[in-house]
């Protein structure tokens, strides 16, 4: 019989509510699911009915997506931030997490959190998710990625919001490579096409305030350059032992971020996928809940 998934609201003790949605016991070990950018908790709705019989699986909306807490100041969407809510939340459901599982930007806070906070999960598994010192080095010296990454500017624009919720968000479909596609084709059918739009339509700002508050954008983004950061290696060395799971079609984020990747990750294990792009979570749903329970166990 399949796990039932159920909603909660996790409040925090800083103050921030996360809206989550969950599947298994209680008391079981917890699997926690991060979400990227531009979706929610419910692209991972599948994984957690499949691991629920072994582990306690959670998927938040991050701070500024759908029912989840919504701060106004752009500051409030920078990586320590977002930290701290995901550590408080993993304090909350039962620390050390067996695994943190997460994609895009919730790689990116994942990342962070395996450098800063390595006690609180047994190990770390991203999808298509560039490390911090791998995308910084692409960024400042990679002109390929600098012109995959320059869609970055336009989100920081102050007017994305306005152009991005016209005509019932008819440009966000650019983000997933279907614009102008019937709503049943490809991975992305109608019903997944309407979940998207019922977080979408409770607003925008919260998820293009990541965008904002990061330093790391490709040049061109006028008020900050990449150019004069630099990153210690102990500030982003993982420790952990950790999988990355990585759509090599990804148009966005070039393979070349995986390059060296192993002097910031010690203990990688990487999983190149040909045939998959930036959306390998819809991709390619077997191959990727099976790299999973590889990775459960290692």
Same mark, same amino acid.
């Given at each position: 019989?399949?796990?039932?998934?159920?909603?909660?609201?996790?409040?925090?003790?800083?103050?921030?509510?996360?809206?989550?949605?969950?599947?298994?016991?209680?008391? &079981?070990?917890?699997?926690?699911?991060?979400?990227?950018?531009?979706?929610?908790?419910?692209? *991972? $709705?599948?994984?957690?009915?499949?691991?629920?019989?072994?582990? =306690?699986?959670?998927?938040?909306?991050?701070?500024?997506?759908?029912?989840?807490?919504?701060?106004?100041?752009?500051?409030?969407?920078? %990586?320590?931030?977002?930290?701290?809510?995901?550590? &408080?939340?993993?304090?909350?459901?039962?620390?050390?997490?067996?695994?943190?599982?997460?994609? $895009?930007?919730?790689?990116?806070?994942? *990342?962070?959190?395996?450098?800063?906070?390595?006690?609180?999960?047994?190990?770390?598994?991203?999808?298509?998710?560039?490390?911090?010192?791998?995308?910084? =080095?692409?960024?400042?010296?990679?002109?390929?990625?600098?012109?995959?990454?320059?869609?970055?500017?336009?989100?920081?624009?102050? $007017?994305?919001?306005? @152009?991005?919720?016209?005509?019932?968000?008819?440009?966000?479909?650019?983000?997933?490579?279907?614009?102008?596609?019937?709503?049943?084709?490809? *991975?992305?059918?109608?019903?997944?096409?309407?979940?998207?739009?019922?977080?979408?339509?409770?607003?925008?700002?919260?998820?293009?305030?990541?965008?904002?508050? %990061?330093?790391?954008?490709?040049?061109? %983004?006028? $008020?900050?350059?990449?150019?004069?950061?630099? @990153?210690?290696?102990?500030?982003?060395?993982? =420790?952990?032992?950790?999988?990355?799971? *990585?759509?090599?079609?990804?148009?966005?984020?070039?393979?070349?971020?995986?390059?060296?990747?192993?002097?910031?990750?010690?203990?990688?294990?990487?999983?190149?996928?040909?045939?998959?792009?930036?959306?390998?979570?819809?991709?390619?749903?077997?191959?990727?809940?099976?790299?999973?329970?590889?990775?459960?166990?290692?």
């Amino acid at each position: 019989m399949n796990a039932a998934i159920e909603t909660f609201q996790a409040t925090l003790p800083h103050g921030i509510t996360l809206s989550c949605r969950a599947a298994g016991p209680r008391e &079981a070990p917890v699997l926690l699911f991060l979400h990227g950018f531009p979706q929610a908790a419910f692209i *991972w $709705d599948e994984l957690l009915v499949r691991f629920a019989a072994r582990f =306690r699986c959670v998927a938040p909306n991050l701070r500024g997506y759908a029912g989840s807490s919504v701060p106004a100041e752009v500051e409030a969407y920078r %990586s320590k931030v977002l930290v701290q809510d995901v550590v &408080a939340l993993i304090e909350q459901l039962g620390a050390p997490a067996a695994a943190v599982v997460a994609h $895009d930007w919730g790689g990116a806070v994942a *990342w962070t959190l395996g450098v800063q906070r390595p006690e609180l999960l047994e190990r770390l598994i991203i999808l298509n998710s560039p490390h911090p010192g791998a995308f910084l =080095r692409e960024l400042q010296g990679n002109a390929a990625q600098q012109a995959a990454s320059a869609y970055m500017n336009f989100l920081v624009r102050s $007017d994305a919001e306005a @152009l991005l919720e016209a005509d019932d968000h008819a440009r966000m479909w650019s983000f997933f490579g279907q614009v102008g596609a019937a709503p049943g084709s490809g *991975w992305l059918t109608a019903a997944l096409k309407e979940r998207h739009l019922e977080a979408w339509r409770q607003g925008l700002t919260g998820p293009l305030n990541y965008y904002r508050a %990061s330093p790391l954008r490709p040049p061109g %983004s006028g $008020d900050r350059t990449v150019e004069n950061i630099h @990153l210690e290696p102990a500030q982003i060395t993982v =420790r952990v032992p950790t999988t990355v799971i *990585w759509g090599e079609a990804d148009r966005a984020l070039l393979p070349g971020l995986l390059d060296g990747l192993d002097a910031w990750v010690p203990r990688l294990t990487l999983v190149r996928v040909p045939d998959a792009g930036h959306w390998i979570v819809h991709e390619q749903p077997e191959k990727v809940a099976r790299e999973i329970e590889s990775a459960l166990a290692r």
